[in-house]
């Protein structure tokens, strides 16, 4: 089947937003328990992204680059390093992940435990 360029780059957008606000909600201080769920779920993720090629470069990522899970800070900075790596590689403008503080706010309405909304 031929590729459809606005479909993929659609599923990217979405899968960074998620993958960006889930860890802007990761705890600030994770069990070890929590620092695994998530490390379990990126390297899932990278397995199982549906666009193969995506996939299979991003799994490469992630050797170079193993998922940060110590801590929500580690797990955002880590996240917004890895997508700079793709941006690069698809020749796209770096993201300054100083700027990352509100940018992925998930509009859930609830509160976490640790007071950010
Ligand atoms: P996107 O890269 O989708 O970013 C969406 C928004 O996130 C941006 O507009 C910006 O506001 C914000 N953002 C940008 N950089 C960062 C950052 N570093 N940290 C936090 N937020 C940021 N496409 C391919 O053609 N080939 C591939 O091999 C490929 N591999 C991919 C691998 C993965 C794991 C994922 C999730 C996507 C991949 N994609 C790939 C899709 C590609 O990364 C883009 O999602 C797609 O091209 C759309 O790009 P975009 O310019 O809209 O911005």
Known sequence: ???NATAK???GRASWKLFHTM???FPEKPSDDDSLALKTYIQLFARLYPCGDCASHFQKLLKKFP???GSRNNAVGWACMV???VNKRLKKPEFDCNNIGDFYDCGCGDEDKEGKG
Do not use: C, G, I, V
């Open 9 to 11: 780059a659609e599923l």
């Open 83 to 85: 997508h700079n790596k």
């Open 1 to 3: 089947k031929l590729e």
């Open 67 to 69: 998922p940060q899970t």
């Open 23 to 25: 860890m802007a909600r």
